[in-house]
């Protein structure tokens, strides 16, 4: 068997811990004291060993004592042909899993998954001589008990040279197995009367659980009841101290019950001679006012009259203002109109003088914006038609300085021949006459092949070799793709893209200016700015037509002069009508506050007149009245009266705030 992982959960100290084996070799698992090394052999024992159901003093020992949980264990591991995962956890949430992953995939639970498990060791591993040869921390180390280890006992009976002792041992072998076979089967299964064995003794440990359970539930009832028993005599003890207090509060209440009647009724008392005492009080004060409201009617009385006849003379004064300030304003008027007629006229005639200003101006400015246009149109078109913009110049540049190059690399790399006369002699290079000079030297690249021949004398073939090919390629790609790009542009090398570009960029700059020019004189938006141009020519053309008999031909000049003859009369126009205007104003002011100023002197001359003749019925009816009230009492015996209650209020005021201060203590 060999171990691949092994991982613990809520073991002991360990809440979730996983140690990967190697394959080959030893796996070494280090770490300080008491960090649970130990634990990993007693968990693979306990997975190997015990069922989820188990409750053993070895399972409990394990269970995590911080918190509520199973101790789990979880084992991936290969024996023999077999590769699985096996997975248990133990005392709560209890669970047993398996999951095989080969020869052939299994997935099994609970019981089934442990006996399958111990089956496959069985079959693939000695377990026997596993725990034989296991040292664990903490053990003595002695020799190996190897009672149980059969294969280990015979490795070694052969190793000292021994050998079974015969049929008698043979046959003794063979009687076990039979009587194993009885029970197991070869895969280590329980059956026939063994697993009738195994199914009660797994029953009878439900039944056990089950007991068990329903144990710890009556011993958690019986703690509950005697609980509630203490609980219940503390209660009826709270109970009895209740009572005895709620009967002495209510004694205490019904006597405050009866001090409360008290304190109500001699506040009620109280609240009678106070009000009987202000009624009196107040009776009194009613006297006094109606007294002195009789003196203070018969002298409104009076001076109401005398104002009724001072006001009489200046009324009249302004009612003769009044009619003068009406007539004023009636003759400003008409001089206003006569003057705001004129300067109508006036203003029309100005306005019909710079519509026709305007519209020479606007029908210049049309004509200079059609020329532009024109012009903008052309410029275009020599743009679209010029193909050789910045980049393609670029890219013809670029191209013609990788010709420059490769034809300086070509006859860098080139080989060369340096022909010098001793003599004056005629010679052919690649069939081109040449005539030498004496010791003056020719010299000659040879790019692929160069022949020299001296007529009736040799002939000498120059070869260049592979790197002067090369060299030649380079050269012949590069012009190829210089031609290629001067035929998309349209011309035939770099000096005529440049002219080209040159042609392009002017025509581009006259765009701009024709751009902008437009712009200036019609806005940003040519189309809408023309078009509103010729609205406005058109509008001043209804103008004119509408203002004139007919056509007025008159120069521009002319016209300039006649219209600052018409401002001028216009602004003198208007300045008379704007005088006009201001007298009119102030006449109207004047009128409005004369007549304001009546209205207020015969709103105030009829207020008096009505205050003064109320003021007259007023004082007779006080008059009247306090005659009426001296017959039925007389002020003497109201100012006792008054006196009286509000000494008997007092009294019942005492009476009721010592009721209160007896109820409040």
């Not at 026939?192 to 089950?210: H, I, K, M, S």
């Not at 205490?252 to 019950?257: A, E, K, L």
């Not at 006649?562 to 001028?568: M, P, S």
């Amino acid at each position: 068997m060999r171990l691949l992982r092994l991982r613990l959960r809520s073991f002991r100290g360990i809440a979730d811990r996983e140690v990967v084996f190697a394959r080959d070799g030893v796996t070494v698992v280090e770490g300080p004291n008491e960090i649970g090394k130990s634990s990993l052999a007693e968990a693979l024992d306990l997975l190997l060993e015990e069922l989820d159901s188990a409750n053993t003093k070895e399972l409990r020992s394990v269970k995590p004592a911080d918190r509520d949980a199973g101790p789990e264990v979880e084992l991936e591991a290969e024996s023999g042909p077999y590769a699985f995962v096996y997975r248990k956890r133990f005392l709560k949430d209890r669970e047993t899993v398996l999951r095989v992953s080969r020869p052939r995939p299994e997935s099994l639970t609970g019981r089934e998954a442990h006996e399958r498990v111990r089956a496959i060791l069985a079959e693939t591993a000695d377990l026997g001589l596993w725990r034989a040869l296991r040292l664990t921390q903490g053990s003595r180390v002695e020799q190996a008990t190897v009672g149980g280890a059969g294969t280990l006992a015979a490795a070694l009976d052969r190793a000292a040279g021994t050998v079974p002792e015969g049929p008698v041992e043979v046959s003794l072998w063979d009687g076990a197995r039979a009587e194993y076979s009885v029970y197991f089967t070869d895969g280590g299964r329980a059956k026939g009367e063994a697993a009738a064995v195994v199914a009660r003794l797994a029953e009878a440990q439900r039944g056990l659980d089950e007991t068990e359970a329903e144990l710890r539930k009556l011993d958690e009832d019986v703690a509950r009841v005697a609980r509630l028993r203490t609980e219940l005599a503390d209660l009826a003890e709270r109970r009895a101290q209740a009572v005895t207090l709620s009967q002495r509060r209510n004694a205490q209440w019904q006597q405050i019950q009866t001090m409360v009647a008290t304190v109500t009724a001699a506040e009620a008392t109280a609240t009678a001679k106070r009000l009987d005492a202000e009624q009196k009080a107040g009776l009194v004060a009613v006297r006094s006012r109606l007294v002195g409201e009789q003196a203070k009617a018969a002298a409104d009385r009076d001076r109401l009259a005398a104002v009724v006849a001072a006001a009489a003379p200046n009324l009249a004064t302004v009612r003769e203002r009044a009619t003068a300030a009406a007539q004023g304003l009636q003759t400003a008027r008409a001089v206003s109109a006569a003057a705001d007629a004129d300067d109508r006229a006036r203003r029309a005639e100005v306005e019909y003088l710079r519509a026709l200003g305007q519209l020479g101006a606007l029908t210049t400015r049309r004509a200079r914006v059609e020329a532009v246009r024109a012009a903008l149109a052309t410029a275009q078109a020599l743009v679209a038609a010029n193909r050789v913009d910045d980049p393609a110049l670029a890219r013809i540049r670029a191209a013609d300085l990788t010709v420059q190059t490769a034809r300086a690399l070509r006859d860098a790399g080139q080989p060369s021949v340096v022909i010098t006369a001793l003599a004056a002699a005629p010679v052919e290079i690649d069939g081109e006459p040449l005539a030498l000079t004496p010791n003056q030297p020719v010299r000659r690249s040879v790019a692929d092949a160069l022949e020299i021949v001296a007529p009736g004398h040799l002939s000498i073939r120059v070869v260049a070799g592979t790197s002067g090919e090369q060299g030649a390629r380079a050269v012949a790609e590069a012009e190829d793709k210089l031609r290629l790009l001067c035929a998309s542009a349209g011309v035939a090398d770099l000096a005529s893209a440049e002219r080209a570009a040159r042609t392009r960029g002017e025509a581009a700059t006259a765009v701009d200016v024709h751009q902008r020019t437009l712009a200036d004189m019609v806005g940003a938006d040519v189309e809408r700015g023309t078009a509103e141009l010729s609205r406005r020519i058109a509008a001043f053309e209804a103008q004119i037509a509408g203002q004139e008999a007919t056509p007025d031909t008159r120069p521009a000049e002319e016209l300039e002069s006649a219209l600052k003859v018409a401002e001028t009369a216009a602004a003198a126009a208007a300045t008379m009508a704007e005088d006009c205007r201001a007298a009119t104003a102030q006449r109207d002011v004047e009128d409005r506050t004369v007549r304001d100023g009546l209205a207020e002197l015969e709103t105030t001359a009829a207020g008096d007149q009505a205050r003064a003749a109320a003021a007259a019925d007023i004082a007779a009816a006080a008059v009247a009245l306090v005659a009426a009230a001296r017959a039925d009492v007389t002020d003497a015996q109201l100012e006792a009266d008054a006196v009286a209650a509000g000494a008997g209020s007092a009294a019942s005021a005492a009476e009721a705030a010592s009721a209160r201060a007896t109820l409040a203590a």
